[in-house]
């Protein structure tokens, strides 16, 4: 095992609350692909002519609805991903008492179908779906099985809950979310750049001793992380967390 891994390894021993702060790195380990990434913005260009940050929109989604769930079916609803070693190393931190809660932007669930319990999805999820008129919840293979804009009963378009540009962040959520990052003696940061907000301002409210920070690129603001690692996360954390 090389230094960093046994550095790591050495940090997560002797912490006792953990919260872990990912993003799309994470589940490309998975085969879903990063919307945000130079692929995903072509994709996006070269099917829709848009970049993702516009198909994704609220104004978007209530200006060309149609088009929107045919983006969102083919890239954000991926059934066939499965869990990583890294979704399944954060399961067993938390298993062993070392990790309080997993805090997400990804929306795929993948944290939870690895047996992550305490699981923050700060922009919401594929699974959770519902009308916009009357508010019944429906699951995803409602929205995966419908031609065009998937409609409720009553007739109102079935909105995933899911956060687009332009909308807010369930205060909720982002509350327990600083509440966990507050009280933490490490924070483990992976599989993100720090680059969207406020999901990145949160590192700003850790107060403990440890920050280290698994990510292929730099990240897009300053942690103060004591290490870095620039390796895939699965690899890093299925050595150090067997």
Known sequence: MDAKLTQLRDMLGRAERIAFL?????????????????NGMYAALRSYGEPPEVLLSHDYFLRHTETFFDYYRKFLICPDAEPNAAHLALARLEQRG??????????DGLHQRAGSKTVLELHGSVYRNHCMRCGKAYPIETIAA???VPRCDCGGVIKPDVVLYGEGLDPKTLSAAIAHISAADMLLIGGTQLSVYPAAGLVDYFNGRDIAVINLSETARETGAVLT????IGEVLAAVVP
């Open 22 to 38: 990912g993003g799309a790195g994470l589940s490309t380990e998975s085969g879903i692909m990063d919307f945000r990434s130079s």
């Open 98 to 107: 070392k990790l309080t809660a997993v805090i997400t932007q990804n929306i």
């Open 229 to 232: 690692i620039r390796q895939p």
């Open 146 to 148: 419908a031609a065009g």
